[in-house]
């Protein structure tokens, strides 16, 4: 299983991303597809999750500017990242699971994570 992880880049406050995560090796329209961040001396922290049903979830601090979507054909999933703020600076990455809803945010359930991709958000 691969997860390979782009987009990132460095950007200024209130400007837009879009990262893509392109998954192989499993059968993609299965698994429930996280997003996960990580800044300098913190913990990886989850951002959203889109569950294999298309239902979607978010942290709250992301709530109204990250969206999450996914193409089963491309066997791809998306954030969109919206009005970004310098506090979303951080290595993001994608993982998959197969893990039940109460478990979902929890980053130690996932099966395959990705590389991860630079998101720097200037002031």
């Known amino acids: 299983v691969q997860l390979q992880a782009s987009g990132g880049g460095l950007v200024q406050a209130g400007d837009s991303l879009r990262l893509s995560c392109a998954a192989s090796?499993?059968?993609?329209?299965?698994?429930?597809m996280g997003w996960f961040r990580q800044a300098p001396g913190k913990e990886r922290e989850f951002v959203s999750v889109?569950?294999?049903?298309?239902?979607?979830y978010y942290t709250d601090s992301v709530k109204g500017r990250f969206t999450i979507s996914r193409d089963n054909a491309e066997k791809k999933v998306y954030l969109q990242m919206n009005s970004l703020l310098p506090e979303d600076t951080a290595v993001y990455y994608c993982?998959?699971?197969?893990?039940?809803?109460?478990?979902?945010?929890?980053?130690?359930?996932?099966?395959?994570w990705g590389q991860g991709t630079q998101v720097t958000v200037s002031s």
């Open positions: 993982a998959a699971t197969r893990v039940v809803l109460s478990s979902i945010t929890n980053a130690a359930y996932y099966n395959y």
């Open positions: 090796g499993l059968t993609f329209s299965n698994y429930n």
């Open positions: 889109i569950r294999w049903t298309g239902a979607t």
